[in-house]
């Protein structure tokens, strides 16, 4: 007595397990990884627009250098440039003559010419103007950096050893 099996094939019942050949979930969890990933680069993309100093500058009206005073407030110059001095230089105007701080854009003394008229808009404090835009005399705008927050508050000893610096 034999027990046949009418399929054609006995082994039909079977789970294929050839570990060789990707299945339908190999494949759908690729795509989403590739789905996720192409969204996180565009989130990056758009963050990184989105937090660079913006190159129009606040609409401020020039002050004459003389009435610069340490309040680490923004302000705009207008004047001449009459020195260079690597990442520094001195804008002067008809009352004075102020020393400009450009950070690392400027280390190669490139960013502005002798003579050439400029408008710096930055934070004056310590007896510098740490510039965050400058304007050419033929209207480019160079952003060097967003300008610094004000310093935190030290108290009256600070204060006091403010007023002591030579």
């Not at 923004?74 to 990442?87: D, L, Q």
Request: aromatic share 4%.
């Amino acid at each position: 007595m034999s027990i046949e099996d009418s399929s054609p094939n006995p082994r039909e019942n079977e789970k294929n397990t050839s570990p060789g050949r990707p299945t339908k979930h190999f494949a759908a969890f690729a795509i989403s990884a590739f789905v996720v990933l192409a969204v996180g680069a565009a989130g990056g993309a758009t963050a990184m627009k989105l937090t660079r100093p913006n190159v129009e500058m606040a609409p401020l009206t020039p002050v004459v250098i003389t009435s610069l005073k340490d309040s680490n407030a923004i302000v705009t110059i207008k004047g001449n440039v009459a020195e260079i001095y690597g990442n520094k230089f001195i804008v002067q105007d008809a009352s004075g003559r102020a020393l400009i701080e450009t950070g690392p854009a400027g280390d190669d003394g490139k960013l502005v010419a002798l003579d050439e008229p400029v408008t710096v808009q930055g934070r004056f404090d310590d007896g510098f103007l740490r510039a965050s835009y400058i304007v050419h005399g033929d209207g480019k705008t160079d952003a060097l950096r967003p300008p610094p927050g004000p310093r935190p508050h030290g108290g009256p000893l600070e204060e006091a050893m403010r007023h002591l610096k030579p």
